[in-house]
C-alpha cells in the first residue's frame, strides 16, 4: 500500500511516475492501479493533487467551503507576460461568472443565467436542434463513408449554441477554432508562440461576444444575451454588463468542446460495441440509457479541478491548504466500489446515471440537460437513417491531447445500403 | 428523525429512518435508491430527484423553481410530484411513503 502524503515521496512513487496526465492512452488502466494503490497522490510535473475515487471526488465536490473552484479555468501553463499585457491594453476583460467562482458570487450570478439555462427552455429548442441535425444527416447520405467528426459532430454543436445566442450569421467553424484555442490555453500545453498567438483570436472571441451583447441592449430578441440583459435591469447588483459579456463568451466556450467529443465518443462506444448498436436499432428507447453508459463508460471530460482553501484529509493523505487539487472524473466513473466490472460498457447497468461527468452540485453542468437532448437526437437520427453504419477497419485517429477534453480528431465510418430516411 | 419509504420503479420497498433536516434526496442516494440521482446536489437545477409523494399532503406545495423543473422532468408531472431534495425529513413525516418514477 504506497500511502503517499509527502510530495517528495510522492515524486518517486510508482504510480506518480505512471500518471500521463496528457495523454489518455492506458489512463483507465493506470488510474485503476491508482484507486487501488494511492487514491490520493500528488503529481509533480503539473503541481496538482490527483483525486482517483469516486467517494473522494464527490466529497470534494460537496464541499465548496472547503474547496474553491477559483482555478476552474487556470492556464495549466501560465500567459506569458506579453501576452497578459497584450490583453489588458486591448479592453481583454474577462472575470469569472460561473464555473470558476465562489459564492455568494457564484448563487448570484448562477441564478440569473439559470433563468434561461434550464431543462424548460432546452425543450424548446427540440425541434430546432433535430431539423439542424437532420440537416447533416442528409448531408451524408448517398456516401458510402464519411468522418463523421468533420460532417456532423465537430460543427453541429457549435450551431446550437448560436441559436441560445440568437446569432445566425457567423462561420460555426470559426467558433470552433476559438473554442479549440482556449481549450489549448487552459488544459493543453501550448508552446509560448501558440499560446501569445491563440491570446490574440482569445481577444477577438471575447469582442465578438462584446459586440453581441451590445447588439441585443438595442434590439432585444428572444435568446440568451437579451433574457440576461431583460433580467440586469440596469441594476449592477444583479448583473454587470461585463458579467453579461462573460457569461456568452462562457457559453460559446462551454457549448460545444465537450458536446463534440461526447457525441463522437457514444458513436464510437457503440459501434465499437456492435451487440447494443443492434439493440438500439431495435428499440430507440433505450437510447437515454446509452447515453448515460457512454458518459460514465468513455468520459468526454476527463479531469476537473479545485483548489484547497485549507488542510484537508482524503483517502488518508493530507492536501495542503492552497493544494491545487484534479478530480479524475474519468476514474471517478469506473470506481469499483459503485460499479460492477466497471470497464464492461453495459447499458443496462441500474446506476450509470449516477456517473459524475457533469460534475455534482453547486456547480453541475448547466448545458447537462441541453447535451443529453444533443446525443440523443444525434443517435436517434443516425441510426435511423444508417442501421447498418460501421467503423471502417485500420483506423486510429488522433485524440485530443489537453488534461480535461479527450476525443477523436476523426471517425471514419461506412454508412451501409440499408437507408430507412 | 422519519421513517420513509421508497417505492422503486420495480416495485421495490426500500425503508430507512432519516434525522431530522436530511432532506429526502440525501437519503435516497445514501440508501442506492435506484431512480434517484440528485445530481445538482439539491441545488435544483436537474429533476433527477422527483418523486410522488403518495396522496396525503404533509410536505406542501412545490415552490415556483420546483415547478418550473417538475414540468421537465424526466418522468411526467402529477399530483404529489416533488423533488426529493426539497423535502427534509422531520417527525410529522414519520411513514411517509414516495414512490420513484422509471429512471429512464
Known amino acids: 500500500m504506497a500511502v503517499v502524503d509527502q510530495r517528495p515521496t510522492a515524486a518517486r512513487c510508482p504510480v506518480t511516475s505512471g500518471f500521463r496526465p496528457f495523454d489518455h492512452d492506458g489512463t483507465y488502466e493506470f488510474f485503476s492501479m491508482a484507486r487501488r494503490e494511492a487514491p490520493v497522490f500528488y503529481n509533480e510535473e503539473t503541481d496538482y493533487w490527483v483525486v482517483t475515487k469516486r467517494e ?17 479555468l487556470d492556464s495549466l501553463e501560465g500567459y506569458p507576460e506579453e501576452l497578459t499585457r497584450f ?50 444527416v442528409n448531408g451524408l447520405r448517398g456516401k458510402d463513408e464519411a468522418d463523421i467528426v468533420a460532417e456532423l459532430t465537430h460543427e453541429m454543436p457549435a450551431r446550437v449554441v448560436f441559436m441560445l445566442l440568437g446569432v445566425d450569421d457567423v462561420d460555426p467553424l470559426m467558433i470552433k477554432r476559438w473554442a479549440l484555442n482556449r481549450a489549448t490555453m487552459i488544459w493543453g500545453k501550448p508552446t509560448r508562440q501558440e499560446m501569445i498567438d491563440a491570446g490574440h483570436e482569445l481577444n477577438d472571441f471575447f469582442h465578438f461576444c462584446k459586440e ?7 434590439a432585444p430578441r428572444d435568446d440568451y444575451p437579451s433574457k440576461l440583459l431583460e433580467l440586469r435591469g440596469g441594476d449592477d447588483s444583479v448583473l454587470t454588463e461585463n458579467e453579461i459579456v462573460c457569461l456568452v463568451f462562457a457559453l460559446l466556450l462551454a457549448g460545444h468542446e465537450a458536446v463534440t467529443n461526447g457525441l463522437t465518443i457514444s458513436i464510437l462506444t457503440l459501434l465499437e460495441n456492435r451487440g447494443t448498436w443492434e439493440e438500439l436499432v431495435a428499440d430507440p428507447a433505450l437510447i437515454p440509457r446509452a447515453i448515460e453508459e457512454v458518459l460514465r463508460h468513455s468520459t468526454p471530460v476527463m479531469t476537473w479541478r479545485r483548489r484547497a482553501l485549507e488542510d484537508v484529509e482524503l483517502s488518508g493523505v493530507t492536501i ?29 447497468r441500474p446506476d450509470a446515471r449516477g456517473h459524475l461527468s457533469f460534475g455534482y452540485g453547486i456547480h453541475v453542468c448547466m448545458g447537462a440537460p441541453l447535451a443529453r437532448i444533443e446525443m440523443k437526437i444525434v443517435l436517434e437520427e443516425l441510426i435511423n437513417a444508417f442501421p447498418g453504419m460501421e467503423l471502417v477497419k485500420g483506423q486510429r485517429p488522433a485524440w485530443t491531447k489537453t488534461m480535461a477534453h479527450r476525443g477523436p480528431q476523426s471517425l471514419l465510418v461506412r454508412l451501409g445500403g440499408s437507408d430507412h430516411g | 428523525m422519519a421513517e420513509v ?20 434526496m440525501e437519503a435516497a442516494v445514501a440508501n442506492r435508491v435506484p431512480g434517484i440521482v440528485g445530481e445538482c446536489g439539491g441545488g435544483m ?27 421537465f422532468a424526466d418522468a411526467p408531472r402529477r399530483d404529489g410530484s416533488r423533488l426529493s431534495c426539497q423535502i427534509s425529513a422531520r417527525p410529522e413525516l414519520d411513514g411517509i411513503t414516495v414512490e420513484v418514477p422509471p429512471a429512464w
Not at chain 1, 57 to 72: G, I, M, Q, Y
Not at chain 1, 320 to 347: C, M, T, W
Request: with cysteine.
Open chain 1, 212 to 218: 453581441i451583447v451590445e447588439d441585443r441592449k438595442w
Open chain 1, 320 to 348: 495542503p491548504a492552497g493544494g491545487k487539487v484534479l478530480l479524475s472524473l474519468a476514474s471517478a466513473n469506473h470506481d469499483e466500489g459503485q460499479y460492477e466490472r466497471p470497464s464492461d460498457f453495459d447499458i443496462h
Open chain 1, 56 to 72: 473522494d471526488v464527490l466529497s470534494v465536490f460537496k464541499d465548496p467551503e472547503r474547496f474553491s473552484a477559483s482555478n476552474v
Open chain 2, 45 to 71: 437545477m436537474c429533476a433527477t430527484c422527483h418523486v410522488y409523494v403518495e396522496s396525503d399532503h404533509r410536505t406542501g406545495e412545490p415552490g415556483p423553481i420546483e415547478a418550473d423543473l417538475l414540468d
Open chain 2, 5 to 24: 419509504t421508497w417505492i422503486t420503479a420495480g416495485g421495490e420497498r426500500i425503508t430507512a429512518e432519516v434525522g431530522d433536516g436530511v432532506n429526502l
Open chain 1, 87 to 136: 490583453l489588458t491594453d486591448n479592453g481583454f476583460t474577462v472575470e469569472p461568472v460561473q464555473s470558476n467562482t465562489d459564492r455568494p458570487r457564484h448563487t448570484r450570478i448562477r441564478q440569473s443565467a439559470g433563468q434561461f439555462l434550464n431543462p424548460r427552455r432546452y425543450r424548446e429548442y427540440e425541434p430546432r436542434i433535430r431539423a439542424l441535425v437532420r440537416e447533416y
